[in-house]
């Protein structure tokens, strides 16, 4: 078994070592394959999330949804490990958190079960969709109080066949994974 800490790590570094060219073509398929899927186009209410650093961004996808006048609604980080989910728009200013992520400041708090799409990150996955998060728990904590269709998106590199880490009995699954850096069959 190989430790959280190592995976994390390894797909950080995974990540940090892509090309500006290979990053914009990533985010490009990340707009293209997660805007095609039938549970996207159905989707009134999406929770995405503020990419940071070396995560494959989401600017371009928070971008589309708005223009598809979806709700677009991004995390807040509470106390306690939990966090809420608030709306967005075009106007909306950002807060850096003490975690160094940006946050929307104002918007009305939506509540898990009227969202129906979240785009949970990671760093890790499996076909099946077992994750390895950033380790802070907090869409652990979070994604059972919701219905909404869970995607993720990864690349090749951060993709396990199974999982070589344990699994514990808090970790929650996304219903689907998408490789943004292969092509889909």
Same mark, same amino acid.
């Not at 394959?33 to 996207?40: D, F």
């Not at 079960?113 to 890790?124: H, K, R």
């Not at 979070?142 to 880490?165: D, G, H, R, S």
């Given at each position: 078994?190989? +430790? *959280? %800490?190592?995976?994390?790590?390894? @797909?950080? &570094? ?18 293209? *394959?997660?805007? @095609? ?5 159905? &989707?009134?209410?999406?929770? %995405?999330?503020? #990419?940071?650093?070396?995560?494959? #961004?989401?600017? $371009? $996808?928070?971008?589309? &949804? %708005? ?6 609604? $991004?995390?807040?980080?509470? =106390?306690?490990?939990?966090?809420? !989910?608030? +709306? ?10 003490? !975690? ?10 939506? #509540?898990?079960?009227?969202?129906? !799409?979240?785009?949970?990150?990671? $760093?890790? !996955? ?19 109080? +919701?219905? &909404?269709? *869970?995607?993720?998106? +990864? ?7 199974? =999982?070589?880490?344990?699994?514990? @009995? ?9 490789? %943004?850096?292969?092509? #889909? *069959?």
């Amino acid at each position: 078994m190989t +430790t *959280k %800490l190592v995976i994390r790590e390894q @797909a950080l &570094a995974n990540l940090a070592g892509m090309t500006e060219m290979m990053q914009t073509y990533l985010m490009q398929n990340m707009v293209k *394959k997660v805007t @095609a899927l039938p549970t996207w186009e159905q &989707a009134q209410v999406v929770a %995405l999330t503020m #990419s940071q650093d070396d995560e494959l #961004s989401t600017e $371009l $996808l928070i971008q589309i &949804a %708005l223009l598809q006048n979806k709700t677009v609604v $991004l995390p807040r980080v509470l =106390p306690k490990r939990q966090m809420e !989910f608030t +709306t967005i728009d075009q106007d909306t200013v950002y807060d850096r958190h003490k !975690f160094g992520m940006l946050e929307p400041v104002g918007g009305r708090i939506v #509540s898990p079960d009227e969202i129906d !799409f979240v785009l949970v990150p990671g $760093l890790a !996955f499996t076909p099946n969709g077992d994750r390895i998060g950033f380790g802070g728990g907090y869409y652990d904590r979070w994604l059972p109080n +919701t219905t &909404a269709t *869970k995607v993720a998106t +990864t690349i090749t590199k951060n993709l396990y066949e199974q =999982p070589t880490w344990s699994i514990e @009995a808090t970790d929650q699954r996304v219903d689907q994974v998408i490789v %943004l850096d292969k092509e #889909s *069959k």
